[in-house]
């Protein structure tokens, strides 16, 4: 039901992190967490469809691009700090690296429902208001790839990942398969994604053998304590009129830390 969709899920992938114990030990949410991630758009299999309206030019279609070129896929909304500092604050940010791989890959930013609705900027009522949200993120971030809406009982999202995760990011090939996800995007880690795309793609049409590899990895997000962006976030949160409680503890906003000592004991 599109009200279900868009009140936000009871369980979200930071329930993860923010549960684990000390010393590098991992909560036992994980696990669950990690199997809900990989079930839908399957790595090394063909991505979903993904076509919809943008904000403020033609309709976009994944399909365009089969055999043309990589697209990069991000899907946030303006209720969520991490997926609205990465388009211009973080170093990198997504408007520097589409700068320097536009060429090769094209980027498309989904609208989703608003992950974390405030007193100011509340879950989606009609598409009148999810355009409007996405037009105000438009203009408070600037950038110059295709913002794609979602449909109001998101329909394209629904088919790529389970909405807890508010923020995932997926890289498709020029032949159309999931060759990159990340349940949470954070743009330091795609220079060397989209490095390596820009090469596969540039020898894949005359070179019949390409090694390849492939890698799974659990790292910590560098954006929030990065100074810049965590000034943003706290003025994010205002603006989306959201309470510290309501999400939990953030790292960098309200870091949970040992007792002195605590570490040192066996």
């Known amino acids: 039901m599109t009200s279900e969709y868009n009140t936000p899920h009871p369980v979200s992938w930071s329930r993860a992190w923010q549960t684990d114990p000390l010393g590098g030990a991992l909560s036992d949410q994980w696990s669950e967490l990690i199997a809900s991630f990989r079930a839908r758009a399957p790595l090394g299999r063909e991505a979903p469809p993904l076509r919809g309206e943008t904000l403020d030019g033609p309709a976009f279609d994944l399909d365009a691009y089969r055999g043309r070129k990589s697209v990069l896929v991000v899907f946030g909304s303006l209720a969520c700090p991490p997926c609205v500092t990465n388009i211009r604050t973080t170093t990198p940010s997504l408007v520097s690296l589409y700068g320097q791989y536009s060429q090769a890959v094209e980027f498309c930013y989904v609208y989703t429902r608003e992950a974390h609705p405030g007193s100011r900027i509340g879950a989606h009522a009609s598409m009148d208001e999810k355009r409007r949200n996405a037009a105000r993120l438009r203009e408070q971030e600037p950038f110059p790839f295709p913002l794609l809406i979602d449909a109001l009982d ?20 020029r032949a159309g398969i999931v060759v990159y996800k990340s349940a949470w995007l954070d743009a330091s880690e795609l220079p060397q994604v989209l490095d390596d795309a820009a090469l596969w793609d540039a020898r894949s049409p005359t070179e019949k053998t390409i090694k390849k590899t492939y890698s799974e990895r659990i790292r910590p997000l560098r954006e929030p304590f990065d100074p810049t962006a965590n000034a943003r976030i706290k003025k994010l949160m205002d603006f989306i009129g959201l309470e510290q409680r309501a999400m939990g503890p953030i790292p960098g906003v309200e870091a949970e830390r040992a007792e002195p000592g605590a570490g040192d004991k066996a």
């Open 154 to 173: 998101g329909a394209n999202q629904l088919a790529w990942v389970d909405p807890q995760f508010n923020n995932p990011v997926f890289l498709v090939n």
